[in-house]
């Protein structure tokens, strides 16, 4: 795996990270959607995605959707752990602002060496999640699933843990760092307003109210099952 990953610059490490994260939020990577994800062109895009089918790396039929070969994959994975290894490094023993790291490992994580990632590993106790409770892929390439529901969509009055955060833009993270809603925090959904309104939500005790889109990005599961 090192020595592919060698042959391989950080934007074809992008685009295999980005296509496999897509991938475990839908059922369909379409080019537009990529180009949207990494903020580049359709065309950019299209040319990068046929370089990596050229190299094995992704299966790619026009008009089709992208998926990945198992050595892209591996390759995906592996930047995968690099990055949220790197986000909750910064976060829990640097200190820096959840909302800061993900900009920091995306610079980081295509040149930290095994021998660092294996160090900052064993460094954080072999976490299991980042700081937003995305998964952290092990050294073989094993990642667990993220059980839960998107706030969004659970009952009234029904206790939940937050487990995951799907957003990584700096203002988002802010704005919900400011409502309290860091992973493994309790959250009750209070009342639901018709047609895709406003939540009104209690955090740990305190009332607010929170954007419809805002609460599908916020994944969640019974409080109680997390008490087991």
């Not at 094993?142 to 029904?158: C, F, T």
């Amino acid at each position: 795996m090192a020595a592919r990953r060698k042959k391989l610059t950080s934007a074809h490490e992008d685009y295999l990270k980005a296509i496999y994260v897509l991938t475990s939020q839908t059922t369909e990577v379409t080019n537009s959607a990529l180009a949207n994800h990494l903020d580049v062109s359709p065309a950019s895009a299209t040319n990068m995605v046929k370089k990596l089918a050229g190299l094995n790396l992704v299966k790619y039929e026009r008009y089709q959707s992208i998926a990945l070969t198992t050595a892209g994959e591996k390759v995906a994975l592996e930047v995968l752990r690099h990055h949220r290894l790197l986000e909750l490094y910064l976060h829990q023993e640097l200190k820096l602002p959840w909302d800061q790291v993900h900009a920091e490992a995306e610079r980081l994580e295509h040149v930290i060496s095994e021998t660092l990632e294996d160090a900052i590993a064993v460094a954080l106790g072999n976490p299991l999640v980042d700081p937003h409770g995305d998964p952290i892929p092990t050294k073989k390439g094993q990642i667990e699933k993220v059980a839960g529901l998107p706030l969004s969509s659970v009952e009234l009055n029904q206790p939940q843990r937050l487990v995951r955060v799907l957003v990584q833009d700096e203002d988002r993270l802010r704005y919900l760092g400011s409502l309290g809603l860091y992973p493994n925090v309790q959250i009750t959904l209070l009342e639901r307003a018709p047609f895709d309104g406003p939540l009104l939500i209690d955090v740990d005790g305190a009332h607010h109210a929170l954007a419809h889109e805002m609460a599908k990005f916020l994944v969640v599961s019974p409080w109680e099952e997390a008490l087991v």
